[in-house]
């Protein structure tokens, strides 16, 4: 593709479960430049034989060290492409239980009839919504800490709610969620 001169960069997402730091850099061949600012110079030979106040950078990739490597997320990483793999959770396959999910947590919310002034879903397109239900109330974040202490998880953002499940949640533990935010809601 006529990259070997080129810079590669990418990484992980957190909705693919891939974990915190899950990314690459590929370093052309050759390359010579010096970072203005790096960590940890992976270079403890270069260290020990300096004399002066000018810092040794490794060769090559080398010099773009930022810390001690921690190859926790790509362990992470290929465990979790293994188990979607074994478990025939394709990208289509994982989106349709994210909008079936979604659906269920819209559908129970809205049986709830809470007063609007109170509570309501932000209207988004089911096709346009990412893997949670937006839930507009000046509550949203003693709520959110209310839901935690009751074992369901959320978060807020502003005066958001927001309700996300994950594959692995059962359309009884939504409903279960749903019912303990209808207590905590009126």
Known sequence: MGLEGAFITGGGYKYCQLGEGNCFLRVPAGMRLRPVLTGWYAEFEALEQMHDARVSYASGAGAFAGATYDPTSHYRAAAVFDFHIAHGLTPDRLRAISVRQVGLLEREFAALDVDPSVA?????????????????????????????????????????????????????????????LSRLIT
């Open 120 to 180: 309501r879903i932000e209207p988004v397109p089911p096709d346009r919504r990412a893997g949670f239900l937006a839930i507009r109330t000046a509550r949203a974040f003693d709520l959110a800490r209310a839901l935690r202490q009751r074992a369901v998880f959320a978060d807020a953002r502003g005066d958001i709610l927001r309700l996300g499940p994950a594959p692995y949640v059962s359309g009884e533990q939504i409903r279960a969620a749903i019912a303990t």
